[in-house]
């Protein structure tokens, strides 16, 4: 039983806590960590009786979207790399089950995520303070462009991207720990934190993070119950900051606020989708799901394909820089309804719970801790901007992190219902 302790649960709990680090030193230790946790969590489920996590409507249709993804592979020009990426995609679904499953074994799990968030987000806060000041951070990063951060991530431009998706996971994770604590001094910590972190995602010049940023703020200000206040002022502090950065160093306002206009309207005469790079990757992708309608072209096979759908020399990428264009141009409808038919789902939802709220109805369904946790995967499925490829590793870490957190949630509200996990709602 020891034994079992330690492998089945403590190694996958401390991978879990450590992956908002790992993702801070690149795809590798964070894809490994996932892995591993996905691993131990099969063979811990052929040892014990674990049928309930996998007998639920959430896996049952992870399932058979990852079945799409091998039909769309195995229908590919290039088979063998498509599937690269969509076998084993299996992974991050069972990574959730055992995110859950830890949970439930042990919630001291989500404190001690909340203070390795809450650390990461400190170094990243003074490193990139650090960095914009002085002209390089810690280790020798110098600004991007001499004057966009990045920190710890060097050339790699998702400073912002980190902070604003983890943002509301850590806010959820402070609403559950204080809720116990009641702790003066987390409270200035988490302050500081919160406002400090939002000026950063400005200073790092990354425009869909500071859009996400709004979303989600705006998202939880109006859902919430108890925090609304706080997270309300935090909010106006942070914008007040950021017109402050606005006005110091103007190159940051350049490129979030005049760059952003000046690409909706390259030329006069025409108005471009977020720019013209992006709009006619839209075009190339959307003439590829013409022709592949049902499975699209195979799993990270724009790349390959967009060269066949030329609209102009914008219009071939690694992928199409948006979710559902993605899907559509490589997983054909079948994949695109699953992701799209989820984001529909969660916001038919939260909009249910926004309108009892107007209403002043008793009804609550999901509490503010769920709401946090929720908004974080509201941003991931966001449609109507552009967006990372859905099948890079790093970024499929970040979309699945808080899924597992909310299986539990949902789950432990009502433990009869287990088949009928989600769809009680």
Not at 234 to 261: A, G, M, V
Not at 395 to 407: A, K
């Amino acid at each position: 039983m020891i034994n079992q302790k330690i492998y089945f649960e403590d190694i996958p709990k401390y991978l879990i806590i450590f992956i908002p680090f790992f993702l801070i030193t690149g795809p590798f230790l964070s894809d490994l960590a996932v892995s591993v946790v996905a691993l131990i969590f099969l063979i811990n489920s052929y040892f014990n009786d674990l049928k309930k996590f996998y007998n639920n409507i959430y896996f049952k249709l992870f399932i058979l979207f990852w079945i799409i993804l091998i039909i769309s592979s195995l229908l590919s020009e290039n088979i063998f790399i498509s599937l690269k990426s969509s076998f084993f995609y299996f992974r991050f679904g069972i990574f959730t089950l055992c995110f859950w499953y830890l949970i439930e074994k042990n919630k001291k799990i989500l404190d001690y995520l909340f203070f390795s968030i809450l650390f990461c987000f400190s170094i990243l806060i003074i490193d990139g303070y650090i960095q914009y000041i002085f002209g390089q951070n810690i280790f020798g990063f110098e600004l991007y462009n001499k004057f966009r951060v990045s920190s710890f991530f060097g050339s790699e431009l998702i400073l912002g991207s980190y902070l604003c998706r983890f943002f509301p996971i850590l806010f959820g994770l402070f609403i559950y720990v204080d809720k116990k604590k009641k702790s003066k001094k987390l409270l200035f910590l988490i302050t500081s934190i919160f406002i400090l972190s939002e000026g950063l995602i400005f200073l790092s010049g990354e425009r869909l993070a500071l859009f996400f940023m709004n979303l989600s703020a705006i998202f939880i200000i109006l859902m919430i119950k108890n925090y609304r206040k706080y997270r309300f002022w935090t909010y106006i502090i942070s914008l007040f900051l950021i017109f402050i950065l606005s006005n110091l160093y103007p190159n940051s306002k350049e490129r979030l606020i005049d760059q952003t206009i000046n690409d909706f309207t390259r030329n006069s005469d025409k108005l471009y989708i977020f720019s013209k790079p992006h709009n006619d990757m839209y075009i190339a992708g959307y003439r590829m799901f013409l022709d592949h309608k049902l499975f699209g072209v195979g799993v990270r096979q724009f790349r390959n394909e967009c060269q066949n759908y030329p609209v102009s020399e914008y219009s071939c990428s690694s992928h199409p820089h948006n979710t559902y264009i993605e899907l559509l141009s490589e997983t054909g409808i079948f994949g695109f309804i699953f992701i799209f038919a989820l984001f529909i789902i969660i916001t038919y939802l939260t909009l249910r719970q926004f309108i009892s709220k107007f209403f002043k109805s008793k009804v609550e369904y999901f509490n503010d801790f769920e709401l946090c946790v929720i908004s974080a995967i509201l941003i991931s499925l966001w449609p109507f901007s552009p967006s990372g490829s859905f099948f890079n590793n790093w970024m499929s870490i970040i979309y699945f992190f808080p899924i597992g957190i909310l299986l539990w949630q949902i789950n432990l509200k009502n433990p009869q219902q287990t088949k009928n996990l989600i769809l009680k709602y």
